[in-house]
């Protein structure tokens, strides 16, 4: 079993940052590719981005590529999010999610078996 916690979330200006954390806990965290998801009222879960358990990759959702930025520190079991020129359409609950290995359909939120409980991020114009 994992444990996922995220943090970091908050209101901010369009054109500013956050750094969005993940902590997790239960399970040898460098066997886990960490993914991030958004969600807003009314529509599905968005894959947001990706990265494997041994770090070497990355991947983004269209929609944030050259904006954010995950990253991972194994010795504090720990995945971040790095959101610049944020825009009011990034605004949405931002779930952490974890899954054992790497799998190609990584942007499937059905392919993760972990997941934290949410933090919101609102971005205003």
């Known amino acids: 079993q994992v444990q996922l916690v995220e943090s970091g979330g908050g209101l901010v200006q369009a054109g500013g940052s956050l750094r969005l954390s993940c902590a997790a806990s239960?399970?040898?965290?460098?066997?886990?590719?960490m993914g991030w998801f958004r969600q807003t009222p009314g529509k599905e879960r968005e894959f947001v981005a990706l990265?494997?358990?041994?770090?070497?990759?990355?991947y983004y959702g269209d929609s944030v590529k050259g904006r954010f930025t995950i990253s991972r520190d194994n010795a504090k079991n720990t995945v971040y999010l790095q959101m610049n020129s944020l825009k009011p359409e990034d605004t949405a609950v931002y779930y952490c999610a974890a899954v054992v290995g790497y799998y190609s359909d990584y942007v499937r939120p059905a392919r993760y078996r972990y997941w934290g409980q949410g933090t919101r991020v609102t971005v205003s114009s």
């Open positions: 239960g399970r040898t965290f460098s066997s886990l590719s």
């Open positions: 990265i494997t358990w041994t770090g070497g990759r990355t």
